[in-house]
């Protein structure tokens, strides 16, 4: 069993930049790819990034390539989402989660965490 904790949200401006984290506990962190999921109110869940166990592979949706990047640190438990250049579009809660296989789909993610808000303002 591998428990999820994110932290690193908040209300920031449109061209912001905010650093998200994701602390595993239980289980090998190292066994599993891990990915960033978003949701906004209304909207269905969407890739944000992925990155395989190693780190060498890594995975972007369309809408946050060239702005965000995943990156995973396998000593400390801990995968990270760095965003820049935030617009108010980047709203939503965002969710990590661990998979054995990655990929861009949910379904193949077996661990998710609570979620953590971010909220870009205009």
């Known amino acids: 069993q591998v428990q999820l904790v994110e932290s690193g949200g908040g209300l920031v401006q449109a061209g912001d930049s905010l650093r998200l984290s994701c602390l595993a506990f239980?289980?090998?962190?190292?066994?599993?790819?891990m990915g960033w999921f978003r949701q906004a109110p209304g909207k269905e869940r969407e890739f944000v990034a992925g990155?395989?166990?190693?780190?060498?592979?890594?995975l972007y949706g369309d809408s946050v390539k060239g702005r965000f990047t995943i990156s995973r640190d396998n000593a400390k438990n801990t995968v990270y989402l760095q965003m820049n250049s935030l617009k108010p579009e980047d709203t939503a809660v965002y969710s990590c989660?661990?998979?054995?296989?990655?990929?861009?789909?949910?379904?193949?993610?077996?661990?998710w965490g609570q979620g953590t808000q971010v909220t870009v303002s205009s």
């Open positions: 239980g289980g090998t962190f190292s066994n599993y790819a």
């Open positions: 989660a661990a998979s054995p296989y990655g990929g861009r789909d949910s379904i193949h993610y077996t661990y």
């Open positions: 990155v395989s166990w190693s780190g060498s592979r890594l």
